[in-house]
T-cell receptor, first 113, second 113 residues
Framework: GAVVSQHPSRVICKSGTSVKIECRSL??????MFWYRQFPKKSLMLMAT?????????EQGVEKDKFLINHASLTLSTLTVTSAHPEDSSFYIC?????????FGQGTRLTVV | QQQVKQSPQSLIVQKGGISIINCAYE??????FPWYQQFPGKGPALLIA?????SEKKEGRFTISFNKSAKQFSLHIMDSQPGDSATYFC????????????FGKGTKLSVIP
């Protein structure tokens, strides 16, 4: 299957700082990528749909000013958590679609201290 | 409104046994049903998927059964192994080219020796 690489896998940051997470489709071009958040022992919650060359579409209740998404190329989308707070600590996962199939990155464990 | 209902929440199966996870959906526009396997601290990995024009799909020890009239589908893992211990998510998406997945809540499978 297609490979989606997400970086970093783990990050610890201080409260009030910003953190950038990268999602790359390594062997295919993805016009659409998705960002999810997953709480412990819970399902994936879609945060936003990232469209190459245009603004992201955010799900209801997701703060677009806190979770900045940029999809500057067909192989890269970034999620920046701005002014992070402990409640933003979570597992963030991206996915990219190829045909009918969606492939997921390895996830990023964000801990805000 | 939960559009994909998954059960059971957790499942313990003896090695060599059959693991069965069930999902039901409400949205009749759904036309593609993938299953994902997720290990702790990792992103979900596509396991197997089915479209509603077939009633069953088998790949190795993994089989999806699909009942369109009942709007239900299930994952069967034959000869379950300890390495199959993971969380399994069913998902659904609607429309050709629509990659936005609706996930079930997940089933934590534990295969005991």
């Amino acid at each position: 299957g297609a490979v989606v690489s997400q970086h970093p896998s783990r990050v610890i940051c201080k409260s009030g700082t910003s953190v950038k997470i990268e999602c790359r489709s390594l062997d295919f071009q993805a016009t659409t990528m998705f960002w999810y958040r997953q709480f412990p022992k819970k399902s994936l919650m879609l945060m936003a749909t990232s469209n190459e060359g245009s603004k992201a579409t955010y799900e209801q209740g997701v703060e677009k000013d806190k979770f900045l998404i940029n999809h500057a190329s067909l192989t890269l989308s970034t999620l920046t958590v701005t002014s992070a707070h402990p409640e933003d600590s979570s597992f963030y996962i991206c996915s990219a679609a190829q045909g009918l199939l969606a492939f997921f990155g390895q996830g990023t464990r964000l801990t805000v201290v | 409104q939960q559009q994909v209902k998954q059960s059971p929440q957790s499942l313990i199966v003896q090695k060599g046994g059959i693991s069965i996870i069930n999902c039901a959906y409400e949205n009749t526009a759904f036309d593609y049903f993938p299953w994902y396997q997720q290990f702790p601290g990792k992103g979900p990995a596509l396991l197997i998927a089915i479209r509603p024009d077939v009633s069953e799909k088998k790949e190795g020890r993994f089989t999806i059964s699909f009942n369109k009239s009942a709007k239900q589908f299930s994952l069967h893992i034959m000869d379950s192994q300890p390495g199959d211990s993971a969380t399994y998510f069913c998902a659904a998406t609607a429309g050709a080219g629509s990659y936005q997945l609706t996930f079930g809540k997940g089933t934590k499978l534990s295969v005991i020796p």
